[in-house]
């Protein structure tokens, strides 16, 4: 699957228990415009392979392993391309030499490399000193940092018009209402996780935020 109809929802699974996980799986629509991303706690407690169990679910989708990788990109890449994973998101706070390695990586692999740009000072500063560049760049605010920080919407803005072949995506307590507003300010991919994952009704959550993209 390739990303041209813009824009996307992008469901990230930070789960660490993986009945609650294929409950989840179960409940979420079968929808194109519908990302599954297997998030890094996910991840870091039953491994890349996790993203078999995802695709049992949803064999066709794009999925995304957020590794937040910060070295051996290569390495990491090849895991993720093995496992499956259509994506992989890589931290800005990397070393340049590991950006580096995972794009090219990623393009020998066919696999999209995400910049994850939490706590990275100077985001634009960073794509400039790249030689080639990440399909997808992601604003993410941590969950530790929700309620004592905003989304950067104009620092987005400036993105799309200085780098209009990259991806923008945000994450970080997003809600139908700043969702509304992301897509506002010309982002492609909306990324939700516990205002889905953590709902009464996770199929009716879910649509809520696809209707978004109407």
Not at 17 to 38: G, Q, R, T, Y
Not at 63 to 74: E, P, Q, R, S, W
Not at 93 to 112: F, H, M, Q, W, Y
């Amino acid at each position: 699957m390739t990303l041209t109809d813009f824009p996307y929802i992008q469901v990230a699974l930070d789960i660490i228990d993986l009945k609650f996980l294929e409950k989840v799986l179960s409940f979420l629509p079968n929808s194109n415009k519908l990302l599954i991303e297997a998030g890094t706690p996910l991840i870091k407690k039953f491994g890349s392979g996790v993203i078999n169990t995802i695709r049992q679910y949803f064999p066709d989708s794009y999925v995304i392993a957020d590794m937040k990788t910060l070295d051996v990109g290569k390495i990491e890449v090849k895991i993720c391309a093995d496992d499956g994973a259509n994506a992989m998101a890589v931290s800005g706070l990397a070393p340049l030499e590991t950006i580096v390695s995972s794009i090219k990586a990623g393009k020998e692999r066919n696999i999209d490399i995400i910049l994850d740009l939490m706590n990275v000072a100077e985001p634009l500063k960073l794509l400039s000193e790249l030689p080639e560049l990440p399909k997808i760049v992601l604003f993410h605010r941590g969950i530790d940092q929700e309620g004592n920080m905003e989304h950067p919407w104009n620092l987005i803005q400036q993105i799309r018009k200085d780098f209009p072949h990259v991806l923008v995506a945000v994450a970080g307590g997003l809600n139908l209402e700043s969702s509304v507003k992301a897509l506002s300010k010309g982002v492609q991919i909306i990324v939700i996780g516990r205002a889905i994952t953590a709902s009464e009704d996770i199929t009716r959550s879910c649509n809520d935020f696809l209707k978004l993209l109407k």
